[in-house]
């Protein structure tokens, strides 16, 4: 797989290339992504299947649309239109390097967005692989405004989706779940619906779904649609997988039964390569040629050898290929930080390396303005890397050679900052003490989650808010609070923090609800992270939420240890509180805020 910039209509794009080795092929892919955290929950089974894809001959196209990953532009500059046109653009860019039969590949909204290009008259194209699609696009930005309504609920403040229509309507940008949301994007998708589509008759579409068990059909409103579909003459062919619903999951998940199934729906002709003939550019398809050829020929075909400041590459580890990208500061012209020290971003939880709400490309781009070079990667089985999915304790391997990579490619560089949230926070403290190149510590809302101090966490923290808001004693007073159900749950939950192992539907979706899960550990988390900070006796900045459960689970098992408060007491470890944040620092201000406070604490070093 090769990664890389190329030139699209509204900016730079992003895209993963993969090909099949020793093979030039008629058959391209182009993947079409989900919309917003379901792209980034997504990721690795995006991978998944397009390495599935390239291994049976098929080239395939895996981007980021203009505003999203690491593209270029913001999101709230891009719009429905904006995305249409760099997939058409993309189909473009595949016919001049040799493509005659074009997929598009689409998940959940992408889906949607294939479906419309195919009703524009996007006539290139000859099949659609459809994942759960999205049936309409007001369906869509309703569920996604339900997330600012959910945030706002929990601060006390009362927005209904209906209110927040209108004030996009009127020309106000929102802020949902750390993404900026405008006007054009809510008037476009609210305008789009399968149902009211005319399709060609001579496309072929195969929808697939997941579902819990092998009893489950489609769902009704797609069994509905399809039988209309084929009601029209219309080649649409279904299927169900059974699996989890890996784009919302709150851990990585995986379908291999879907990406098993999904790749036996290609056929492409493959043609030996003749290592002795000399191949036309455009039909270059191996990794090696593909790379040396484009990049060499950047002016003719459009592609970019990079931005002047952001490097993506791939680099091995135990056997594994990992993608990374390193932006390297916009002007030598500052003095302020000389650039013999970088910055790695760890990725935690179910991210991949931009990030929620890519917050971890704007800090990247925040920091190399600030003259600091930055590194972000996905380790083994996460985002575009290859390999078995990990976790969190076990990726010291994947950081030491990260800053290898990271060393070898920016030569100045005499040390590295880790930077890591959640579980990625905690991975970073277990690293330091073993690498003497690692010349400080950023650690945000590290993850030291164990089943009872999770409980434990959960009745100081949420339910003595609850007792205490305007709004619980409104509830009570109207007869709207359901006093069995909440008692109940209480007890369930003391249970837990006494060492209990009782847990109930409703108290794991409100932990769902207050934060990011992780998978509870077996080793003692909060011991090995002060071990680990012990041994290590460099600088560190730790960065904690005021609205987060895992942060009040560290805080608490903090103060509970007396050599724990004395440890972070020192002066080599600096502390800044965001008493309204929440875990992903999802707001700008808050996001701004903390790229500030590391700046600011990097140049101290």
């Given at each position: 797989m090769i990664p890389q910039f190329i030139s699209g209509p509204a900016g730079r794009l992003f895209i993963s290339l993969y090909s099949p080795i020793q093979h030039v092929t008629d058959e391209w892919i182009i993947h079409l992504p989900a919309f917003a955290e379901e792209m980034n929950k997504s990721r690795k089974m995006m991978h998944d299947q397009a390495a599935a894809f390239s291994a049976k001959g098929a080239v395939v196209i895996v981007p980021d649309l203009y505003g999203t990953g690491d593209s270029e532009g913001d999101f709230g500059d891009a719009s429905w239109g904006v995305w249409k046109q760099d997939i058409r653009y993309l189909v473009e860019w595949a016919k001049t390097r040799g493509a005659q039969k074009i997929t598009l590949w689409g998940n959940r909204s992408g889906g949607l967005m294939a479906l419309d290009l195919i009703r524009e008259g996007l006539n290139d194209v000859s099949h659609l692989i459809l994942w759960q699609p999205v049936h309409s696009g007001e369906q869509l930005m309703t569920q996604f405004l339900r997330l600012r309504m959910a945030a706002g609920m929990?601060?006390?403040?009362?927005?209904?989706?209906?209110?927040?229509?209108?004030?996009?309507?009127?020309?106000?940008?929102?802020?949902?779940?750390?993404?900026?949301?405008?006007?054009?994007?809510?008037?476009?998708?609210?305008?789009?619906?399968?149902?009211?589509?005319?399709?060609?008759?001579?496309?072929?579409?195969?929808?697939?779904?997941?579902?819990?068990s092998s009893e489950r059909p489609l769902l009704p409103a797609s069994?509905?649609?399809?039988?209309?579909?084929?009601?029209?003459?219309?080649?649409?062919?279904?299927?169900?997988?059974?699996?989890?619903?890996?784009?919302?999951?709150?851990?990585?998940?995986?379908?291999?039964?879907?990406?098993?199934?999904?790749?036996?729906?290609?056929?492409?002709?493959?043609?030996?390569?003749?290592?002795?003939?000399?191949?036309?550019?455009?039909?270059?398809?191996?990794?090696?040629?593909?790379?040396?050829?484009?990049?060499?020929?950047?002016?003719?075909?459009?592609?970019?050898?990079?931005?002047?400041?952001?490097?993506?590459?791939?680099?091995?580890?135990?056997?594994?290929?990992?993608?990374?990208?390193?932006?390297?500061?916009?002007?030598?012209?500052?003095?302020?930080?000389?650039?013999?020290?970088?910055?790695?971003?760890?990725?935690?939880?179910?991210?991949?390396?931009?990030?929620?709400?890519?917050?971890?490309?704007?800090?990247?781009?925040?920091?190399?303005?600030?003259?600091?070079?930055?590194?972000?990667?996905?380790?083994?089985?996460?985002?575009?890397?290859?390999?078995?999915?990990?976790?969190?304790?076990?990726?010291?391997?994947?950081?030491?050679?990260?800053?290898?990579?990271?060393?070898?490619?920016?030569?100045?560089?005499k040390g590295v900052v880790l930077w890591g949230l959640c579980d990625a926070a905690t991975a970073a403290c277990f690293y330091a003490p073993e690498d003497k190149r690692v010349s400080g510590l950023v650690i945000l809302n590290p993850w030291v989650r164990s089943e009872a101090g999770e409980a434990t966490a959960f009745l100081k923290h949420y339910y003595l808010q609850r007792f205490c808001s305007k709004q619980f004693w409104q509830k009570v007073i109207k007869g709207e609070f359901n006093i069995s159900g909440s008692v109940a749950s209480l007890l369930s939950m003391l249970k837990r923090s006494a060492g209990g192992k009782a847990v109930e539907a409703d108290i794991a979706a409100d932990l769902i609800k207050v934060s990011e899960i992780t998978a509870i550990s077996s080793t003692n988390l909060a011991e090995k992270i002060e071990s680990s900070l012990g041994a290590y006796r460099g600088p560190v900045q730790c960065i904690i939420s005021g609205n987060d459960l895992t942060a009040a689970e560290f805080d608490d098992v903090v103060k509970r240890s007396k050599s724990f408060t004395r440890l972070l007491k020192q002066k080599r470890i600096n502390r800044e509180d965001l008493k309204s944040a929440d875990h992903t620092f999802s707001k700008r201000e808050w996001r701004d805020k903390v790229a500030a406070w590391t700046v600011n604490w990097i140049r101290t070093l």
């Open positions: 929990i601060s006390g403040e009362k927005e209904t989706v209906a209110q927040q229509r209108e004030q996009l309507k009127t020309g106000k940008m929102l802020e949902v779940a750390g993404y900026d949301v405008g006007a054009a994007l809510l008037l476009e998708l609210d305008s789009i619906s399968l149902k009211q589509m005319i399709l060609p008759v001579s496309l072929r579409i195969d929808w697939l779904e997941v579902v819990s069994q509905k649609l399809l039988a209309l579909w084929q009601s029209q003459g219309i080649d649409v062919h279904s299927q169900t997988v059974v699996g989890e619903p890996f784009w919302s999951t709150q851990e990585i998940t995986s379908v291999p039964a879907l990406v098993h199934d999904t790749a036996l729906l290609i056929s492409p002709l493959l043609m030996a390569v003749d290592s002795s003939a000399e191949l036309s550019p455009s039909r270059l398809t191996s990794s090696e040629s593909l790379s040396k050829h484009e990049y060499k020929q950047e002016s003719k075909s459009g592609l970019l050898s990079a931005p002047e400041s952001e490097h993506p590459f791939v680099f091995s580890c135990e056997g594994e290929e990992l993608v990374g990208v390193i932006h390297l500061p916009v002007s030598s012209a500052s003095t302020d930080i000389d650039e013999d020290t970088g910055v790695l971003i760890i990725v935690g939880g179910p991210q991949y390396r931009a990030g929620s709400h890519r917050q971890f490309v704007h800090l990247a781009r925040h920091l190399a303005e600030q003259n600091i070079p930055v590194m972000r990667f996905d380790y083994r089985g996460m985002g575009d890397s290859s390999g078995a999915f990990v976790g969190f304790e076990n990726i010291g391997v994947d950081i030491k050679h990260a800053i290898d990579s990271f060393m070898e490619r920016v030569p100045t560089l």
